[in-house]
C-alpha cells in the first residue's frame, strides 16, 4: 500500500467550521467516484509539527494500491464531482506541503489512528534492525508504520500510526501527534465496504 499525506493549514479569515466541512466535502465526493488504484482517505485536524507552519494544522491521508494509482488520483481529485469541492477546500488553505508513505508493517487502516509518531531510523541501526525493534507496536491493533518514499516530503522517515499514543524506544527521538479524525466522522457508521480500510 502507498499513502499520499498532505499537511495544510487554513486561512486566518477562516473558521475551523468551515474549513472542516470543507475538507470533509471533498473527502466524500472523493469516496463516491474512487479512482482507479484507491483505497480510502481519512482527514485529521492536529497540533504544530516542525515542518509546518502554525499551532493548527491538518493531515489528510490517501491510501492507494500502488504507485500506478498516484495519476487517476491526481487527475480525479480535482474534476467531475471533485472538482467544486476541491477548489472549495483549496481557496480556503493558507498553505500545503505533501509526502509518499510505503507501508511497511501493521495495518494500512489509517482511520483508526488517533495518534501518529514521526522518526528518523537511529543510525545504530539497520532496517531489519528497525522493523524488528518496532514489530510489536507497528503491529498493535489499529497501528501501522509508514516508510517515506524517494526522501519525498517534508518529515522524518518514518511515521507510525496508531489507536493509542505510541511510546517509541527510549533512545529514540520523534514528534508525536494527536490527530482528531474530521472525515470520516465515525468508523462505524460507515458502509460495510468503506470500513475495509
Aim: proline share 8%; net charge negative; charged share 20%.
Amino acid at each position: 500500500m502507498l499513502a499520499y499525506v498532505f499537511w495544510h493549514w487554513r486561512r486566518p479569515d477562516v473558521d475551523r467550521a468551515t474549513y472542516a466541512g470543507r475538507i470533509a466535502a471533498f473527502h466524500e465526493a472523493l469516496r463516491r467516484s474512487a479512482p482507479e488504484g484507491f483505497v480510502a482517505s481519512c482527514a485529521f485536524r492536529a497540533g504544530a509539527v516542525p515542518w509546518l507552519e502554525g499551532e493548527e494544522t491538518y493531515e489528510d491521508w490517501y491510501v492507494n494500491e500502488g504507485s500506478y494509482a498516484l495519476d487517476p488520483l491526481n487527475d480525479g481529485a480535482v474534476a467531475g464531482d471533485c472538482q467544486a469541492p476541491h477548489d472549495a477546500a483549496a481557496r480556503s488553505a493558507a498553505g500545503g506541503t505533501a509526502g509518499l508513505y510505503r507501508l511497511r508493517q501493521g495495518s494500512p487502516k489509517v482511520r483508526e489512528a488517533t495518534w501518529s509518531c514521526w522518526f528518523a531510523k537511529p543510525a545504530s541501526l539497520t532496517y531489519a534492525q528497525l522493523y524488528q525493534r518496532l514489530e510489536p507496536l507497528a503491529t498493535a491493533p489499529g497501528a501501522g508504520l509508514w516508510g517515506r518514499q524517494m526522501t519525498l516530503g517534508p518529515t522524518p522517515e518514518f511515521c507510525l500510526l496508531a489507536a493509542t499514543k505510541p511510546v517509541l524506544p527510549a533512545d529514540w527521538e520523534g514528534t508525536e501527534r494527536p490527530l482528531e479524525r474530521i472525515w470520516p466522522t465515525t468508523v462505524e457508521g460507515l458502509p460495510q465496504e468503506s470500513m475495509n480500510f
